[in-house]
């Protein structure tokens, strides 16, 4: 059949038949929600290089999440800022770090909120970067020990999924095995298998302050311009038992959400990160774009990519949007 019997337009002549036939959805359920969290009582300090999010004290935080909360956002992924910071980033995993006290808060106060979180050290080292480090270079082995006892400890705060996001070599298995022996084999897995070594993470570095002292993070976070080893970090990933697999960042990447979802079937999680909203709300700001249309765009189209999770720092504004309300 060609034209004119067939007119693909009929199918967008109004609103009703538009969504009768829309292809792909965008959904409350899909979004996940970061925070940043520090010490302290009564902090709701604003980050400057993302307008609109904050570093919050627990109490804060707590308020934060009532309107978290009540718009039906599923999850958090909150990250710690912390005190004092040493060479083996030993805030991560202490009992009384501020994720944990951060986690139990948050599990008693809203306990049907899913509380996932980041496991990695360089928000809690002194060097800024992702592991133990000797003369210069970060090592593989000696850091999974610890990325491992950060994980237990979250999960012994109460938190419902742990997410490493260090790109260690092996540390999901390590993760794992440390998880079941400590009596914690239902907590899921959500592996930062492929993530880059992106541009894109500069306003979520001055938030957490985790920019590195020296050097950059090429030595362990991948090369932007390489594909098909994202697929072998998939592929690892998920013979040592990850549960689901993250694509970070997702807007440059979309190719390769497509690629990891065609690939392994597995639940697929994208990182809409911070250098991605603050362009756009930057641009918004200026006048340049219609805010909410060019956000539900682009999570639209991670979706469509093959995303089942959106972690992503519009999430309360998306829910509003989503739900009929103007923000």
């Known amino acids: ?33 970061p925070v940043f969290v520090t010490h302290g009582k009564g ?3 604003p980050v400057e290089a993302m307008p609109g999010i904050c570093n919050y004290s627990i109490d804060k ?9 009540a718009l039906k956002i599923p999850a958090i992924l909150p990250f710690g800022i912390p005190a004092v910071k040493d060479e083996t980033g030993t805030g991560a995993y202490a009992d009384d770090g501020v994720i944990q006290q951060a986690v139990r808060a948050v599990k008693k106060n809203y306990p049907g909120l899913t ?8 928000e809690y080292t002194s060097h800024g970067h992702c592991g133990i480090v000797k003369d210069g270079y970060v090592l593989n082995d000696p850091t999974l020990e610890l990325l491992a006892r950060t994980a237990v400890s979250h999960a012994s705060a109460g938190a419902d999924m742990v997410a490493p996001s260090d790109m260690m070599d092996g540390r999901v298995g390590a993760i794992r095995a440390a998880l079941d022996g400590n009596g914690f084999e239902n907590v899921p897995v959500m592996a930062y298998s492929v993530k880059y070594a992106s541009a894109y993470y500069g306003p979520f570095r001055e938030a957490a302050g985790s920019a590195p002292r020296f050097g950059d993070r090429r030595a362990y976070q991948m090369d932007p311009a390489n594909s ?8 690892l990933d998920i013979k040592e038992g990850a549960d689901i697999v993250m694509v970070k960042p997702a807007l440059a990447y979309m190719d390769i959400i497509r ?17 991605e909203y603050s362009m756009v709300k930057a641009a918004s700001q200026k006048g340049w774009v219609d805010e909410k249309r060019i956000v539900l765009e682009t999570l639209t189209g991670i979706k469509r990519a093959g995303a089942d999770i959106i972690i992503t720092y519009h999430a309360k504004d998306v829910a509003k949007w989503l739900s009929g309300f103007d923000v």
Not at 6 to 31: A, H, P, S, Y
Not at 115 to 122: E, N
């Open 228 to 235: 098909d080893e994202a697929l072998r970090e998939v592929r």
């Open 259 to 275: 690629r990891v979802k065609d690939e392994f079937g597995y639940p697929v999680a994208a990182y809409n990160v911070s250098g």
């Open 115 to 122: 509380v996932i979180t980041d496991i990695c050290l360089c």
């Open 1 to 33: 059949m060609s034209f004119p019997m067939q007119r693909l337009r009929r199918l967008r002549v109004n609103e009703n038949i538009r969504r009768m036939v829309r292809e792909n959805r965008l959904l409350v359920d899909d979004l996940v929600y």
């Open 43 to 45: 902090v709701a300090r």
């Open 61 to 69: 935080l707590l308020e934060e999440l009532e309107e978290v909360v």
